[in-house]
């Protein structure tokens, strides 16, 4: 099935660091969505995103909808130690039938060091 | 938030037995649930829409006899790997999406990590 390319793919950085991602795709969406996964665990949600140029803040995270509609991108500012894990985003079409699904991105796994 | 349950969180199986892994949303009803198929550093894979009082829709590639989901009820469905081979281990999640949240909010399970020996 589709994914979105997410980038990177891995990075590790120092605590109190910003930290930038991005997902890209070939297509349209309506919604973009950020989750992090822990090792173990089923992603949480963090940010959703409904309107082109959107541009949200959940704490330390702010998350952009692309004008395109074709990319979102994540940053976290001042990172801790507790934001390691996988951080995915996740696209949406439309709300009813098979344009409900969501497609997830490739991933990015975060690492902080002390 | 809303919160999705799974259950078991991992299982071991013997090559050729059958497993079946619960959905539960536990402070809401779901007439639609969705199941995700994880395998390790890769992302998550939609198998299968599970559609309450209706068969599930699978997603291309994904084989029906072998992935059976039943959605009886408003607050759980089920998936049971049938006949589970050692490439069917894999880490199994479900999602449910809360009546009247924005559209689009998924809420997910804990996982359940299936190992077929």
């Known amino acids: 099935g589709q994914q979105l390319n997410q980038s990177p793919q891995s990075m590790f950085i120092q605590e109190g660091e910003d930290v930038s991602m991005n997902c890209t795709s070939s297509?349209?969406?309506?919604?973009w969505l950020w989750y992090k996964q822990d090792p173990g665990e089923g992603p949480v949600l963090l940010i959703a995103?409904?309107?082109?140029?959107e541009l949200t803040s959940n704490g330390r995270l702010t998350a952009q909808f692309g004008i395109t509609r074709k990319d979102s991108f994540l940053n976290i500012s001042a990172s801790i130690p507790s934001d390691v894990g996988i951080y995915f985003c996740a696209g949406r079409t439309g709300i009813t039938g098979t344009a409900s699904k969501l497609t997830f991105g490739t991933g990015t796994r975060l690492q902080v060091t002390l | 938030g809303a919160v999705v349950s799974q259950h078991p969180s991992w299982v071991i199986c013997k090559s050729g037995t059958s497993v079946k892994i619960e959905c539960r949303s536990l402070d809401f009803q779901a007439t639609t649930m969705f199941w995700y198929r994880q395998f390790p550093k890769q992302s998550l894979m939609l198998m299968a829409t599970?559609?309450?009082?209706?068969?599930?829709?699978?997603e291309q590639g994904v084989e029906k006899d072998k992935f059976l989901i039943n959605h009886a009820s408003l607050t759980l469905s089920t998936l049971t790997v049938t006949s589970a081979h050692p490439e069917d281990s894999s880490f199994y999640i479900c999602s449910a999406r809360p009546p009247g949240g924005r559209t689009g909010e998924l809420f997910f399970g804990e996982g359940s990590r299936l190992t077929v020996l």
């Open positions: 995103l409904y309107k082109a140029g």
């Open positions: 297509s349209i969406f309506n919604t």
């Open positions: 599970s559609n309450e009082g209706s068969k599930a829709t699978y």
